[in-house]
């Protein structure tokens, strides 16, 4: 009768790995980030007309 008020111990998780600033992924995905950042910016950035998606006749056309 011991046995049903001794309490269970919790499950204990393993302990998951940290991320390392030197792997080779994180740093292919910062220069990845890096790259578009620096394609959006400037004048190339600008959007002057919707030649895209085919409409013509709006100011700056």
Known sequence: MASLFKPKAPK??????????????????KRKQMAEMRARGGRDSTIMS???????????A
């Open 12 to 29: 204990v998780e393993e302990a998951t790995r940290m991320p390392d600033a030197q792997d080779p992924a994180i740093l292919a995905e």
């Open 50 to 60: 919707d030649n895209l998606t085919g409409s013509v006749g709006k100011l700056g």
